[in-house]
């Protein structure tokens, strides 16, 4: 069945490193990704999208990029700042329409961002 | 929160009683979703609605039930029949039901009492 999953569910960084948030989806049809930051109690807000007609997309401070071989996604945040502290987590769909046509969550990775 | 706007932030239920969860747009989009997060766990799709008067069941329909009479407006219930309530509930809108950015409202925390 689909699946996302990511590598890390912690990933730790010091305050003006760059950081590289992982995700690997199973299903190899999906052609739409979505990355998503949720601070504690709040609502998902929407970061970068990427189409599989794409290898890269950079956004404001962001990148993702996008491994089709390997099925695999990642988000880039340079030069992280305390207010990145967050969870972070992929989303694909790779429907045709009707109830197929839906996201795919994964778990998530908390980023924690040390001064 | 993108013009997505739940109540209440939180909200508690007894038992065999029936609530509603609110959820209102101003964004003008076609499609609306409601979604269940649970602790390490990814989102899960409980409905959605791709159109007015119009939803689908989702992923874990069972014991919640949903309207959508006008545009910017799609109330979940959930029902004494869900046996575990207890979650963090998200509702979406994307202005249509395709490969397109979902945007998220604050969401509403439901517990047991």
């Known amino acids: 069945g689909e699946s996302v999953g990511l590598h890390l569910p912690t990933l730790s960084v010091q305050e003006g490193d760059n950081s590289i948030i992982n995700c690997a989806y199973s299903n190899s049809a999906s052609d739409y990704f979505i990355w998503y930051k949720q601070e504690s109690g709040k609502g998902p807000q929407f970061i970068i999208d990427i189409r599989s007609n794409m290898d890269k997309r950079q956004g404001q401070r962001v990148t993702v990029l996008l491994n089709k071989t390997v099925k695999h996604l990642s988000l880039q945040i340079a030069a992280t700042q305390p207010g990145d502290s967050a969870v972070y987590f992929c989303a694909e769909n790779s429907g045709n329409g009707g109830a197929t046509n839906k996201l795919i969550f994964g778990t998530g990775t908390l980023l924690a961002v040390q001064p | 929160d993108g013009g997505i706007t739940q109540s209440p932030k939180y909200l508690f239920r007894k038992e065999g009683q029936n609530v509603t969860l609110s959820c209102e747009q101003n964004?003008?989009?076609?499609?609306m979703y409601w979604y269940r997060q649970d602790p390490g766990q990814g989102l899960r799709l409980i409905y959605y609605?791709?159109?007015?008067?119009?939803?689908q069941k989702g992923d874990i329909a069972e014991g919640y039930s949903v309207s959508r009479e006008k545009k910017e407006s799609f109330p979940l219930t959930v029902t004494s029949a869900q046996k575990n309530p207890t979650a963090f509930y998200l509702c979406?809108?994307?202005?249509?039901?395709?490969?397109?950015?979902?945007?998220f409202g604050a969401g509403t925390r439901l517990s047991v009492l």
């Open positions: 964004l003008n989009h076609d499609a």
């Open positions: 609605s791709q159109i007015v008067n119009d939803f």
């Open positions: 979406a809108s994307s202005i249509n039901y395709g490969k397109n950015i979902q945007y």
